[in-house]
């Protein structure tokens, strides 16, 4: 597998929450939560960024949420939706709203699917094709992958999944043409969709800002 390296060009992010038994109360029971965050690059290799997994409250859950948000800027946030977390999503946005932090939330159901179900079905196939890339130091992650062989899936390996299932399947249009340069193809794609020439080269700049954004965010971190 290859080595995780900060320097890698991610085309996108996606996190995911999986808030097991979580209430919006203050003062709410200590359960087992995770949170997991994924990058893609235009190999459609899948990087793991960070994962957390942790029994803590409602607050503490929510904390880790808005942080890893603020830390990483994923375009979409999943959130498991369930029956009775049917007010943690509006506990949340309410909090992001209050702590002036874009929150960008997608509910995720699963209706009758097993967590089992779920890892071999999204997980498993990226995994089997060398694609999910995951830094040495992530013991605990690999140690939870490897529980999930014998039939038990933790929390943290769920979330993981739910990650890895927000990745667009047709995420990089513009490079689906290797004998083109990148800022050529982003050209062709958009002036196939009619985009007027000043919207373009203002994409264009939007997206080598964000590229920029988050080469500089890697280093900065050093994946500790």
Same mark, same amino acid.
């Given at each position: ?18 808030? *097991?038994?979580?209430?919006?109360? /203050? ?6 939560? *995770? ?11 899948? &990087? ?20 890893? /948000? ?31 932090? &874009? ?20 997980? /498993? ?18 140690? *939870? ?60 700049? /939007? ?15 050093? &994946?500790?």
């Amino acid at each position: 597998m290859e080595e995780f390296t900060p320097e890698k060009d991610f085309r996108g992010i996606r996190a995911a929450a999986d808030p *097991a038994g979580s209430r919006t109360q /203050q003062n709410a029971a200590r359960s087992e939560m *995770a949170i997991a965050c994924v990058a893609w690059d235009r190999l459609s290799r899948i &990087f793991v960024l960070e994962v957390w997994s942790e029994q803590t409250t409602t607050t503490g859950f929510t904390d880790k949420v808005l942080e890893i /948000q603020e830390r990483w800027r994923p375009g979409a946030f999943g959130l498991e939706r369930a029956s009775q977390q049917s007010h943690l999503e509006e506990h949340l946005l309410l909090e992001a709203r209050r702590r002036n932090i &874009f929150l960008p939330l997608v509910p995720v159901e699963h209706g009758n699917q097993s967590k089992y179900f779920r890892v071999e079905s999204i997980l /498993q196939p990226v995994h089997a094709e060398g694609r999910l890339i995951i830094g040495d130091h992530m013991y605990e992650l690999k140690e *939870a992958l490897g529980e999930t062989r014998h039939g038990h899936v933790p929390d943290v390996v769920d979330a993981l999944a739910m990650a890895v299932s927000l990745v667009p399947a047709w995420s990089t249009p513009e490079v689906t043409d290797m004998t083109l340069d990148e800022s050529a193809q982003l050209r062709h794609f958009y002036h196939l969709r009619g985009t007027r020439p000043a919207r373009v080269a203002e994409r264009i700049a /939007q997206i080598e800002e964000r590229r920029a954004w988050l080469v500089k965010k890697a280093e900065s971190l050093r &994946f500790r």
